[in-house]
Structure formats: structure tokens, C-alpha cells
């Protein structure tokens, strides 16, 4: 596992990054520690899903032509959190891989390879 970590003297770890595996399927996952919140991310080259900051009304509106395939977990708190949370939403371009709303993060992903 490659596990990477950004931190800047007296601050702390800002930036974590990981290589995991689900079911022999490589992924990065990437926490991004920001203030009074954390951004979580798992991707692969098909796709990602991420924590509640992920705006998927603009991703199936304004960025729609980009065909991007993502979920969003809220509530999560670390990657094993998103990994394991039902997905809130899903693009219009997931669904196109049989993701749906409920499908807990990790399956979501699978189904991205």
C-alpha cells in the first residue's frame, strides 16, 4: 500500500494519500484536512465517490457534457467511513453503470471497474 502524507511544520497532516484495494480492484483514496472540515475522495480512471461536499445537481447539469460517473456519501467522516456509507446521489453518468442512491460505496466503486 502507497500512503503518502503532506504536512506543513506546526500544522499537521493537510493531505493523506492512499492506494487501496477492494476485492483486488486498485483505487486512491485522498483526505484533504481542511479547516472545520475534511474533503474524502476514493477514485479509480472510470470514476469516484466522495463525501457530502460533492455537488451532483451541477456534475448532471452545468458539467453534464463531461460524463462524469461519481457518487456522494454525507455524513462520513474517514475513508472507511465513505467506503462502507450508502451513497446519497449519484450522476446521471453512474447510474449509466448501475450505480444507485443506497448502494454502499465500496460496490459503487466496483462497479466503476
Known sequence: MFYHKLIKKGVGVLIEHQSISIDGKSFQAVTVKLPKT?????????????CGALDVGLLNSVLADRKIVAGRAVGVKTIEQLLAAPLESVTLEAEQYGISAGMIGSEALLRMT
Open 38 to 50: 475534511t474533503l474524502l475522495t476514493v477514485s479509480n480512471d472510470k470514476g469516484y465517490i466522495m
